[in-house]
């Protein structure tokens, strides 16, 4: 049995969690639009105008709050005129990063269909390494302007009357590196021509910029915009944590994969740094992590990226959602790479066959967190030592921790995620300026660390009920090994 304690300092408020926090992403890579979304409308799957029914109900039920689209590498190379009008007009290309052609039979239309049935945002990708600030702004044009132009009769004659308001455009995706290769300075002299015409065009939009993982690019690229700060809202970076092996994982690579989802917060410490340092408070510039996920080294083009999608990914989702919620004064958005079949995929699908994966439960557990104002949550306790892919040492707590209240101070979220492989945990809660009536928890849980679900076993690990012992302003609830749990506790 090992020990933690976590102090959640009530009074202590960071921020608002975004419902944007637990965002999802989806590119035209393996089968995550052809099958996973996109199925056609003479399938024999169950869809509405093609789009996947299930797909539409998981995404649904557990309040996916905005879906970025078209990519990822995909985007830069998309142009997305060949995807709207008659499908059997569209132009079939080839798809040059992901294998195989895409026949473009989901465009525009469709994915804000697909986002509208699921109850989420669109996010667009723009084409800056391949394509030029006139196709971005028609795009814009094309969603969003109410006027009687060559673009808006287009999307009224594909059968859109009215505006998409698709509020939420990326110029741009990894432009180091697939998106055009691109020198810090350079992506900022494209950003300001891009992001001159789609600010004019769309006054209330929110425009993000590529950022990379390194300080030295997002400190170049800032100071590239030599003063045209305005034209950003956000700051993007990805993060991807490598796994070791998907299911037959050492318990060394275990830990491996926990620790490297740590270094996100180095990610977003130095992303706010440079901001700080180049842009200080003359524009309040959000980050948004709008790639993040376990990437298994069984994921690779030929495969389509589909990994199988275990409790031990599961347990590192939840890591990094209490990230984002600790850090939730900065970042402003998060994609899941990505939605279905491919990498930490919340969906699977084989043909007919359909099931959510334990990450998705993640998911629904957090979802009490969003739209509550997170609080400080100290984690202290048993660490275990951990060496780092890149050999460094890095030690882990076992327990990671995020709370949020809600408005009026009723009631209180606490996440606690015991992150050792074979230890259950007794965790000592304390609130700081209240005291606790009573709690409800849920948790996902497996005997083993790789139990996943899958089309015979769809509930193989799934949240159930727990017991939780909050009363009072001090109490221990017990986690079991490799768990995550969810508690909302009602204030006296
Ligand atoms: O999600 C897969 C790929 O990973 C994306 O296309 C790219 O942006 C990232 O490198």
Partial sequence: MADARVVVHLEEAVGAISPLLYGH???????????????????????????????????????APVIRWPGGCFADDYHWEDGVGPRERRPRRVNLWWGN???????????????????????????????????????????????????????????????????WWAVG???????????????????????????????????????????????????GLRGHWDLVD????????????????????????????????DDLREARAALDLVVRARKRIG???????????????????????????AVAAATVLDLFNRWCDVVTMA???????????????????????????????????????????????????????????YDLPLVSASASVAAGRRQVVVSLVNRSLDSDVECRVRLEGGAAVAGRARRLWAEA????????????VAPAKAASAAKGSDWTEALPAHSVTVVEIALG
């Avoid at 069984?298 to 990914?313: P, S």
């Fill in 173 to 223: 995706n990894e432009n180091w590196g697939c998106g055009g290769h691109f020198e810090p300075e350079e992506y900022a002299a494209a950003y300001r021509r891009f992001a001159t015409y789609l600010r004019q065009l769309g006054k209330r939009c929110q425009l993000v910029a590529c950022g990379h993982n390194t300080p030295d690019w997002n400190l170049r690229f800032l100071q």
């Fill in 335 to 393: 994609n899941l790479a990505q939605t279905v079949n491919v990498l930490q995929s919340v969906i699977r699908t084989e043909g007919e066959a359909f099931w959510v994966t334990p990450t998705y439960h993640v998911f629904d557990l957090y979802r009490a967190h969003a739209g509550k104002i997170g609080v400080r949550a100290e984690v202290d306790g048993d660490r275990m030592a951990v060496k780092r892919s890149d050999g460094s040492s």
């Fill in 25 to 63: 992403f989806v590119e035209h890579l393996g089968r995550c639009v052809e099958e996973g979304i996109w199925v056609g409308e003479d399938s024999q799957i169950a869809n509405v105008s093609g789009i996947r029914s299930q797909t539409v109900e998981a995404l649904r039920a557990i309040g």
């Fill in 101 to 167: 052609e895409d026949s473009n039979a989901f465009g525009t239309d469709e994915f804000v269909r697909f986002c509208r049935l699921a109850g989420a945002e669109p996010y667009l990708c723009v084409n800056v390494g391949s394509g030029t600030p006139l196709e971005a702004k028609s795009w814009m044009e094309y969603c969003n302007y109410d006027g009687d132009t060559h673009y808006t009769q287009l999307r009224r004659a594909n059968g859109n009357a009215a505006p998409f308001e698709v509020k």
């Fill in 449 to 460: 660390a790789n139990a996943h679900n899958s089309a015979e076993e769809p509930n193989a």
């Fill in 234 to 265: 956000h700051l993007s970076i990805h993060r991807y944590f490598n796994g070791g092996h998907e299911t037959e994982f050492t318990e060394t690579q275990y830990y491996a994969l926990l620790a490297e989802c740590m270094r996100l917060e």
């Fill in 287 to 313: 980050v948004i992590v709008d790639e993040w996920g376990v990437w298994h080294p069984q994921a690779h083009v030929a495969g389509g990226h589909v990994q199988e999608n275990t409790l031990r990914d």
